[in-house]
């Protein structure tokens, strides 16, 4: 089986011109839907809200073109911890899935690290961040789909978790970071799909003036990958996945007939060894919100 799967990268309007990112995302989707894309991921926040107060509203628009171009849409915003909040009060960091008919499948909302975090006082973001504490992942015509968020991608452990709750692909929306965080962000993001044997991929707002990194990757190679804006499309192999996910890992004469390892899941974990350890890291304090938008 065989899947599109498009990212889109934005040029992400800031301000008062914020709400107008409804309608560009929804122009992006089609642009992705053309290509013959079914699932389309947009940024963390995007098309927003993504700063108080909550004032305007993406999901009627993301569930009518979801449904008029049959495709599957992840996209993002901020809500309210208690919906009948207004102001400077807390939220939750969401990411949304809608289906090819319209319907809202689900909701991910961001987990890690815990709040307070740096997104409040922020020149981009500006919001109470409140940690969420599930980790779902979804059914889709194309098998189980997880979700997480942008910096999540440092916590191997959640992507972990994804895979072992049968996810095929895990998304990962990004907002900003700084650009000297590029090579990182690229070699995290394929390594989750190497130890996964699933495929991730991300994307960023461009704000004016700057630059992003879009990338697909599966456990054997970066599929795309690029830091202008605009909307990227790949075929995925899902197909490849489930034989590397079945074959097991063995000794072979020559050349394997893979680029990574197989088996992950077979020959490779230990849980009667992993379960009988504790962390002796010591608790952080959490750290006050930073006035600074660098690292989401």
Not at 188 to 199: G, H, K, T, Y
Request: aromatic share 10%; hydrophobic share 40%.
């Amino acid at each position: 089986m065989e899947l599109r799967l498009s990212v889109v990268q934005p040029e992400t309007l800031t301000g008062a011109d914020a709400p107008k990112n409804v309608d560009r995302a929804v122009e992006y989707i089609r642009t992705a839907a053309r290509d013959g894309a079914k699932l389309v991921m947009l940024p963390e926040t995007y098309p927003g809200p993504y700063t108080v107060p909550v004032d305007y509203s993406m999901h009627e628009a993301m569930s009518g073109v979801a449904r008029q171009e049959k495709v599957y849409v992840v996209g993002g915003a901020i809500e309210y911890v208690r919906p009948d909040d207004v102001g400077h009060a807390p939220c939750y960091n969401c990411l949304y899935l809608w289906g090819p008919d319209g319907a809202r499948i689900g909701t991910y909302k961001r987990t890690t690290p815990p709040g307070p975090w740096i997104y409040e006082g922020g020149k981009f973001w500006d919001f109470k961040y409140q940690e969420a504490d599930e980790l779902p992942v979804w059914d889709t015509e194309f098998g189980k789909l997880g979700i997480l968020m942008c910096s999540e991608v440092y916590v191997p452990e959640l992507s972990r978790m994804m895979a072992l709750q049968g996810a095929r692909i895990t998304l990962l929306p990004a907002g900003l970071w700084p650009p000297n965080l590029h090579e990182t962000w690229r070699t995290l993001i394929w390594a989750r799909a190497i130890e996964n044997l699933m495929i991730t991929a991300t994307s960023r707002n461009i704000p004016d003036g700057g630059t992003g990194h879009a990338i697909i990757c599966s456990p054997e190679e970066i599929l795309l990958e690029s830091r202008r804006p605009g909307v990227f499309t790949v075929t995925v192999d899902l197909a490849r996945l489930e034989w590397l996910r079945d074959e097991m890992d063995r000794r072979v004469d020559g050349l394997t007939p893979w680029k990574t390892k197989p088996g992950i899941f077979k020959q490779w974990l230990r849980p009667e060894l992993y379960m009988g350890y504790r962390s002796e890291i010591p608790a952080c304090s959490r750290r006050p919100a930073a006035a600074a938008d660098t690292e989401r």
